[in-house]
């Protein structure tokens, strides 16, 4: 059974750093694109940011651009996301997902992890 679990979430003040992780187990992923996206309290999910299977290429929301990292480590089956200088306005619900390519779109997904929560502080 395929299991996405997402740590390194928590609150931290505007400005601060946090790097979230996502474990996959179940099988390996390491061919596959990895993703994450959020969700806000009221809001719809959207998508923060993506990496190809092999590191080589990524894509961002452009408000986190310059601020957010994707990065994998295929031989532990893991996807990471540092964020820095983060604002209030990043508070949020994350998600990892696996996908089938470089996708803003929820539908490009096909396994989703729990979620860990990023509140920051004003």
């Known amino acids: 059974q395929v299991q996405l679990v997402e740590s390194g979430g928590g609150l931290v003040q505007a400005g601060g750093s946090l790097r979230l992780s996502c474990a996959a187990s179940?099988?390996?992923?390491?061919?596959?694109?990895k993703g994450w996206f959020r969700q806000a309290p009221g809001k719809e999910r959207e998508f923060v940011a993506a990496?190809?299977?092999?590191?080589?290429?990524?894509d961002y929301l452009d408000s986190v651009k310059g601020r957010f990292t994707i990065s994998r480590d295929n031989a532990k089956n893991t996807v990471y996301l540092q964020m820095i200088s983060l604002k209030p306005e990043d508070t949020a619900v994350y998600y990892c997902?696996?996908?089938?390519?470089?996708?803003?779109?929820?539908?490009?997904?096909?396994?989703w992890g729990q979620g860990t929560q990023v509140t920051v502080s004003s």
């Open positions: 997902a696996i996908g089938r390519g470089i996708s803003a779109t929820r539908g490009e997904y096909d396994y």
């Open positions: 179940g099988r390996t992923f390491s061919s596959r694109s």
């Open positions: 990496i190809n299977w092999n590191g080589g290429t990524t």
